[in-house]
Nanobody, 130 residues
Framework: VQLQASGGGLVQLGGSLRLSCVVS????????IGWFRQAPGKEREGVTC????????KYTDSVKGRFTISSDNAKNTAYLQMNSLKPEDTAVYYC????????????????????????WGKGTLVTVSS
């Protein structure tokens, strides 16, 4: 299974970006997919995660109302629409997914425990200038 994230770039304060994550190499649907980010000098943090079959979604508080996760299963692609971007959103953004889990966790659990995400893509850099 491979995940390929793209769509990062430089944007001004208040601007928008849409990140894409193409999932390939699996005949099964993912159980959960999410976006994580790591800012310079900081630990990786969960941004948002959604579980496919019950359509539950969780956002970290700092992005609620500004970011939206979505997916197009026909294209095997997940998206992260980011609006009203702030300089503190500057980070490398990673998409990650879970396939055929041995245990079923909530989106909140995955956000708090990113090591439980079993597949990771390479990151895409988002820089928000003030």
């Amino acid at each position: 299974v491979q995940l390929q994230a793209s769509g990062g770039g430089l944007v001004q304060l208040g601007g928008s970006l849409r990140l894409s994550c193409v999932v390939s190499g699996s005949s099964a649907d993912y159980y959960a997919i999410g976006w994580f980010r790591q800012a310079p000098g900081k630990e990786r943090e969960g941004v948002t995660c959604t579980t496919l079959y019950d359509a539950k979604t969780k956002y970290t508080d700092s992005v609620k109302g500004r970011f939206t996760i979505s997916s197009d299963n026909a294209k095997n692609t997940a998206y992260l629409q980011m609006n009203s971007l702030k300089p503190e959103d500057t980070a490398v953004y990673y998409c990650a997914a879970v396939f055929r889990p041995s245990a079923y966790y909530s989106p909140s659990y995955y956000l708090a425990n990113p090591t439980c995400m079993t597949y990771w893509g390479k990151g895409t850099l988002v820089t928000v200038s003030s």
